[in-house]
């Protein structure tokens, strides 16, 4: 099993940023994906950015919509993941959750594929 907690949300203004964290305990894996999403309300759930790694490689990947303003990390001895959002849009507002799966995945964007989910962490940008 593994526990995923989502911190870092919050309100920002448009053109702020804001670093969401999602941090894991319980079973690791050497070879793991893990995603953000989001939800609006009245709105599916879409993917944001996701990170793959195995022992010889790690690969990031992110939506069109966010490309060249968030970047995702993950620091190993803290077993956290993070989302470094800038140049925040209204549009950016919604429920950001993080999942992790097994495996060198690539379906890093299929939110269906992940096993385990964070319990989501509000960002709301007022323009």
């Known amino acids: 099993q593994v526990q995923l907690v989502e911190s870092g949300g919050g309100l920002a203004q448009a053109g702020g940023s804001l670093t969401l964290s999602c941090a894991a305990s319980?079973?690791?894996?050497?070879?793991?994906?893990m995603g953000w999403f989001r939800q609006a309300p009245g709105k599916e759930r879409e993917f944001v950015s996701g990170?793959?790694?195995?022992?010889?490689?790690?690969?990031?990947y992110y939506a069109d919509s966010v490309k060249g303003r968030f970047t995702i990390s993950r620091d190993n001895a803290k077993r956290t993941v993070y989302l470094q959002m800038n140049g925040l849009k209204p549009e950016d507002t919604a429920v950001y959750s993080c999942?992790?799966?097994?495996?060198?995945?690539?379906?890093?964007?299929?939110?269906?594929?992940?096993?385990?989910w964070g319990q989501g962490t509000q960002v709301t940008v007022s323009s």
């Open positions: 319980g079973q690791t894996f050497s070879r793991s994906t």
């Open positions: 990170i793959r790694w195995s022992i010889v490689s790690t690969d990031t």
């Open positions: 999942a992790a799966g097994r495996g060198y995945s690539d379906s890093y964007s299929n939110p269906q594929w992940y096993d385990y």
